[in-house]
Nanobody
Framework: VQLQASGGGLVQAGGSLRLSCTAS????????MGWFRQAPGKEREFVAV????????YYADSVKGRFTISRDNAKNMVYLQMNSLKPEDTAVYYC????????????????WGQGTQVTVSS
């Protein structure tokens, strides 16, 4: 599976962005699709995941109520709608595909996109 993330940019606090992740390869539907982020000097952290079953989504507490993850299996796409952005959301955002729990552990994901920069100004 190859992943490519896009949609990042510079936005003012309170604004919105929609990230997209395009997956190529087979068996997209069998992967949990997650979003992670990494700010300068910090470890990569879990943001959200959409399970392979299509029935479950999970979010980090820091983004709950502001971010929404969705996936379109017919198009091999996963999205992250980010609303009410804050300066602390500034990071490089990565999409990832994996099959093993726990969802929040980046080491459980086998495939990663190249990352897209999100910068939120105050």
């Amino acid at each position: 599976v190859q992943l490519q993330a896009s949609g990042g940019g510079l936005v003012q606090a309170g604004g919105s962005l929609r990230l997209s992740c395009t997956a190529s390869g087979r068996a997209f539907m069998t992967y949990n699709m997650g979003w992670f982020r990494q700010a300068p000097g910090k470890e990569r952290e879990f943001v959200a995941v959409f399970s392979s079953s299509g029935r479950s989504t999970y979010y980090a507490d820091s983004v709950k109520g502001r971010f929404t993850i969705s996936r379109d299996n017919a198009k091999n796409m996963v999205y992250l709608q980010m609303n009410s952005l804050k300066p602390e959301d500034t990071a490089v955002y990565y999409c990832a595909a994996g099959r093993i729990l726990p969802y929040s552990d980046p080491s459980k994901y086998n495939y990663w996109g190249q990352g897209t920069q999100v910068t939120v100004s105050s």
